[in-house]
């Protein structure tokens, strides 16, 4: 299309599709006449996205977001797989764990009853190990749902981690001198004291010294060595055994993965261990490698930073601040107590458990028993047990809430709880402890050592009350009651009797009136707290309170017998002889003299 001349001698074009165009110009005289004619080729090219380049990258792309979205997709399912395979497992381990207990309780106590023989003696060891196997296989699931839901949490302390280490290789020197396997353990000359979680730290170093000791032939060796630097300090545990492929190596810490030479060798295990180490190093902030030839050995080096910088602070405990009860198991012959006399109310869900534990335990105690947190509730305020045991999983009111009703309860705080529970982790245990409980016992136990427990707790009762009637004990709080409220009821009662100290007409009823409280309540606070009733209560304090007017020399017998509410000398010296053992001259020649 041709456009004529213009003034401006400007042709435009717009809107050209993309394609190959000859722009053609034509010189003209002042006649129109043509003088010549030039061309030149234009090639407009289309936008980028209506490229073929660009159709290809889109499709390219279209099919990435696919695959992507199939991944996702895919992997979703799978992790929606695992969790109801690992919730199943956990339910598993949770169901067992009571049935269990209701094989293992009463094979404990067989074990004691039935005839000593070579042969009796190796069956019943035999069933107690595998009932220790299956109990620390259930643990480990257990750690693995909290590792698999990132519940995990550390609680350090600095300790010296050359005695740590001595200590883990006695643990495992018999099974290591069961197949003949040469345990070494390689320490430097320095001191070493690092911050770490022991619990943690057992697990981490229980797997891999168990791995090498598992994957390791008759007199092969397993040595544990610990080196330090200024910044790091390295843990490893070398052996010679069956060793892993390169390719088993990539998938070493996933769950539920076996090396395929493992399983070649039919060597029993679960596939969980050596993920629970790699979370709990990776806790501590530290890093784990391997180094492995088949048919050689394996070698595990566990790296950590040296201090405690690196980890947050509000995870980090010192010596003066560690809730931890005493790992070692109560020694000793059972304390002389009059059992028979003691309440025990039982809070279990599961009948069968229930029942053994009233058969087995009432031999020994009145039981009763409670199916939840809120039946046993009632039970308390009814019967008015000595102890309550109660399963820490019950459904509706737990026993971790049915402690912190017991002891946040003016009427029931003096009453000691044990939990029992399937969790084996410290923190739990804290969590139980904090919550007022006086002890914690693991699923499945023995009732031996549960006896032990309930028996103990009322003799250091006992104790507390002798402590109490020392001279020279103080009239503040309980001596160490460890419940705000049963320190502060003893700090009342005292105040009150002070305020009474010479008066001879103070009651029991005017003692109950003044604390605000009945008679019958007074009793079974006074007598649980401190052991005493009230009515001797009241004479204790006024004896302690006599002594320390006989430790003035100002006074004579009589004198006190009257400024602490005694208008009978003799009776003043009758009470005396009998919590003290002499009469009060003879304590001032002897004990004041």
């Known amino acids: 299309n041709w456009v004529g001349p213009t003034t401006e001698h400007i042709a435009n074009y717009t809107n050209l599709s993309p394609n190959d165009y000859v722009f053609r110009v034509k010189y003209l005289d002042e006649n129109n006449d043509l003088l010549d004619e030039k061309e030149i080729r234009i090639m407009v ?80 060891n035999l069933v107690t190990e595998n009932l220790d196997k299956l109990n620390r296989m259930f643990s480990q699931l257990l750690d693995f749902q909290k590792a698999y839901e990132s519940r995990d949490q550390l609680v350090i302390k600095q300790r010296d981690i050359k005695k740590y280490l001595t200590r883990k290789l006695d643990d495992w020197q018999s099974a290591a001198h069961a197949k003949s396997i040469m345990l070494s353990l390689d320490l430097p000359l320095q001191e070493i004291a690092e911050w770490f979680d022991a619990e943690k730290m057992d697990k981490i170093l229980d797997n891999l010294i168990s791995n090498a000791v598992k994957y390791t032939p008759e007199r092969g060796s397993v040595a544990i060595s610990l080196s330090a630097d200024n910044n790091f300090w390295q843990i490893s545990v070398k052996d010679n055994g069956i060793g892993i492929s390169r390719q088993d190596r990539k998938n070493l810490f996933k769950r539920f993965y076996r090396a395929g030479n493992a399983v070649n060798k039919q060597i029993a295990g679960s596939g969980l261990g050596l993920m629970l180490v790699e979370k709990y190093v990776d806790l501590h902030k530290g890093v784990i490698n391997v180094e492995s030839v088949e048919n050689e050995g394996t070698e595990f080096r566990l ?46 869900d599961n009948p069968d458990l229930r029942s053994f534990m009233e058969v087995s335990l009432g031999h020994y105690y009145h039981v009763y028993t409670a199916e939840n947190g809120a039946r046993a509730w009632d039970e308390i305020l009814k019967v008015h047990p000595d102890i309550i045991i109660s399963d820490l999983n019950m459904p509706g009111m737990d026993g971790l809430q049915l402690c ?19 969790e084996t982790d ?5 969590k139980g402890l904090y919550s007022g409980a006086d002890d914690y016992i693991q699923k499945p136990f023995d009732t031996g050592y549960l006896r032990l427990k309930i028996d103990t707790i009322i003799q250091n009762r006992k104790l507390l009350r002798q402590k109490f009637l020392g001279p020279d004990e103080q009239l503040t709080g309980t001596a160490g009651s460890g419940n705000d409220l049963n320190d502060d009821f003893i700090e009342k009662a005292n105040a009150i009797i002070e305020k009474h100290i010479s008066d001879t007409g103070f009651s029991v009823s005017d003692f109950a009136k003044e604390m605000a409280m009945s008679r019958t309540l007074l009793y079974t606070k006074f007598n649980a707290i401190t052991g005493f009733t009230p009515n001797d209560y009241v004479k204790i304090v006024r004896m302690k309170k006599a002594i320390g007017y006989f430790k003035e020399k100002k006074h004579t017998i009589n004198e006190v017998a009257m400024m602490v509410g005694f208008d009978e000398p003799a009776y003043f010296s009758t009470c005396f002889k009998k919590i003290y053992g002499k009469s009060p001259r003879k304590f001032i020649e002897e004990d004041l003299a």
């Not at 980090?316 to 002389?336: M, R, T, Y």
């Not at 059992?339 to 809070?347: A, E, F, G, P």
């Not at 410290?426 to 804290?430: A, G």
């Open 45 to 124: 090219r289309p936008p980028f996205w209506d490229t073929i380049l660009a159709r290809i990258l889109i499709a390219v792309i279209m099919l990435v977001i696919v695959w992507l979205i199939y991944r996702y997709i895919k992997q979703k399912v799978q992790e929606r797989q695992t969790a109801e395979k690992i919730r199943f497992f956990i339910n598993t381990a949770h169901d067992i764990r009571t049935p269990l207990t209701l094989i293992g309780a009463p094979i404990y106590e067989l074990k004691e009853q039935i005839k000593p023989s070579e042969k009796n003696n190796y069956l019943m």
């Open 303 to 348: 790296r950590f930073r040296r201090g405690n910088k690196h980890y947050r602070n509000n995870i980090i405990l010192d010596d003066h601040n560690l809730p931890v009860e005493d790992e070692k198991e109560i020694s000793g012959e059972e304390a002389p107590v009059n059992s028979m006399k003691v309440k025990l109310l039982v809070v279990e």
């Open 404 to 422: 912190e009703k017991v002891k946040t309860t003016f009427e029931t705080s003096h009453l000691p709880v044990i939990l029992l529970t399937v």
């Open 426 to 430: 410290k923190e739990s245990i804290r």
